[in-house]
């Protein structure tokens, strides 16, 4: 993985680049101190996995995330910040974020969230991912009780007219399942179909929507009353 690194902070510059060179999966390409030279580096440096701390000297890193976002659709994110700021967490995740990591975890945990963002997961604190469902789900549908199969969250519910009109209906119970919190290999799984057919209702549902990640979907869709 290819990994561009957006962190003011020289312990912490130091630490994500002793954590990539003891692993086999990660080579830095870039170092940025400042929002202005991420800026720079993401529209000049090929990267699979920008790692950004929200809280840059000159600016807030969730303007690189939208960046990112642009410049290079088929890179994952990662917010790094020291604290469970769900607020700031959640805004990075709408403006195109895919995962977030407390930067203390361990070395393990850092290499294991980066893989599992290039696999299609969303790795996040448990804190924040009940923050973020608490704002896009309707309280009363898709709960999931330790006795009930996973086929009942897909539930039919009666559609708006723009929802018939904008997504069908198979991407309406994809988008309806990410918006659970499940990743679209788990959505591929509950489906019973094959990952890469999740992922072109994904990209299917982006294009709709006109945004570039999952989190994005689930708020344009909350926002435009489809979920």
């Not at 700031?88 to 995962?99: E, N």
């Not at 997504?167 to 309406?172: C, G, K, T």
């Not at 006109?210 to 869709?221: K, L, P, Y």
Request: hydrophobic share 40%.
């Amino acid at each position: 993985m290819r990994i561009l690194v957006l962190e003011d902070e020289p312990h912490w510059q130091q630490r994500i680049r002793e954590i990539a060179d003891a692993s086999d999966r990660c080579e830095i390409v870039a170092v940025c101190a400042n929002l202005l030279e991420g800026l720079r580096a993401i529209k000049s440096v090929e990267f699979d996995v920008m790692v950004v701390d929200l809280g840059l000297p000159d600016g807030s890193g969730i303007e690189a995330v939208r960046a990112a976002r642009r410049s290079a659709p088929s890179a994952d994110i990662l917010v790094a910040t020291v604290f469970d700021d769900e607020r700031s967490v959640v805004s990075a995740i709408c403006a195109g974020a895919t995962g977030y990591i407390v930067k203390d975890s361990s070395p393990d945990e850092w290499v294991s969230a980066m893989t599992e963002l290039r696999a299609g997961h969303s790795p996040i604190s448990p804190k924040v991912a009940r923050h973020i469902l608490r704002r896009v789900q309707e309280p009363a549908r898709y709960r999931r009780d330790d006795g009930q199969r996973e086929e009942n969250l897909l539930l039919p519910r009666s559609p708006a007219p723009e929802e018939a009109s904008l997504l069908s209906s198979r991407e309406m119970e994809v988008l309806r399942l990410v918006a659970k919190g499940f990743s679209l290999v788990e959505v591929a799984r509950i489906l019973h179909v094959a990952h890469t057919t999740t992922r072109t209702h994904a990209k299917n549902i982006y294009a709709k929507l006109e945004v570039n990640s999952r989190g994005e979907a689930v708020f344009e869709a909350t926002r435009m009353g489809l979920l």
